[in-house]
């Protein structure tokens, strides 16, 4: 049995951060917005118990990787003797904050939970996935979603179907480092959705990311030439919303190297939910 699954990017709509938690963790308010685009993943059931990876990403070990860590989680929770050939082909930047390692955790645990067999139900699955990295439960959820506490405080919300380019220049950004900043706001003032949605909202983040790098501030006014630029998360890339497909993609065939990027359309659905095998 096999199983090929789509691992799709995020980008954060606003992102306020309203204070700093005992455990050095911070409370924040955020808008996941799912895009059709991301990364995917192949598994096959291997009857031997353990877990393959493929193909090796450069700097992160097999044992630190969250697709990893995610199938193994799924195997001690649930008990389970089967392993697992995963092949990740990886579309999405490293620490571009798109969400691609938490996506891929996200379709991991969903993925392996069709594959074996086990049937656990979401409940279980977020309770596992949040345990493996703060963005992990809205990728199981799989909709579009407000996001409060460390972010793992999910309301689903329905947005418009917008036409998205994201733009990413060629740095990693440490999401480490930027919550570490003394420069950083941590005192946003909580709002509802209703007044994010009728007022917008911003990235507390963006200034110290463009202070710490330089280059995303170079990229953010460059796009913002064609529209209202935005950060997204705590990486290096940056979006911006079109009206249509085609407005999007004549801006992307002009992106300068060695930046890159990629249009994607906004869903309320995750594509992930509508690719597993649906159960008898």
């Not at 911070?26 to 059931?45: E, P, V």
């Not at 999405?92 to 939970?113: E, I, W, Y």
Request: charge should be negative.
């Amino acid at each position: 049995m096999a199983l090929s699954l789509p691992a799709p990017a995020k980008i954060n709509l606003f992102l306020h951060i309203t204070g700093r938690r005992a455990d050095g963790y911070h409370n924040l308010q955020t808008l996941f917005q799912l895009l059709d685009y991301g990364d995917q993943l192949d598994f096959a059931i291997n009857p031997d118990g353990d877990i393959h990876l493929s193909p090796s990403i450069p700097g992160v070990s097999p044992e630190n990787n969250l697709v990893y860590g995610a199938a193994r989680a799924l195997q001690q929770y649930s008990g389970c003797t089967l392993g697992t050939d995963i092949y990740l082909h990886k579309h999405l930047p490293m620490g571009g904050g798109l969400g691609g390692g938490s996506s891929d955790a996200a379709t991991t645990l969903l993925g392996l939970n069709a594959l074996w067999q086990l049937e656990l139900p979401t409940k279980v699955l977020l309770e596992i996935g949040a345990q493996l990295g703060a963005d992990v439960p809205v990728f199981v959820l799989g909709h579009t979603a407000w996001a409060e506490e460390i972010g793992d405080q999910l309301t689903p919300v329905e947005m418009s179907d917008d036409w998205y380019l994201i733009l990413t220049p060629d740095i990693q950004v440490s999401t480490a480092e930027v919550f570490a900043h003394q420069g950083l706001t941590r005192n946003t003032h909580p709002i509802k959705i209703r007044a994010f949605l009728e007022q917008g909202g911003q990235n507390d983040c963006q200034t110290v990311v463009e202070t710490l790098y330089p280059e995303v501030k170079r990229a953010r006014q460059w796009l913002a030439q064609f529209a209202e630029t935005r950060l997204t998360g705590t990486g290096a890339s940056l979006f911006a919303r079109f009206a249509s497909e085609i407005d999007a993609k004549s801006v992307l065939e002009q992106i300068p190297a060695p930046w890159q990027g990629f249009v994607a359309k906004g869903v309320n659905q995750s594509p992930l939910l509508s690719s597993l095998p649906s159960k008898k």
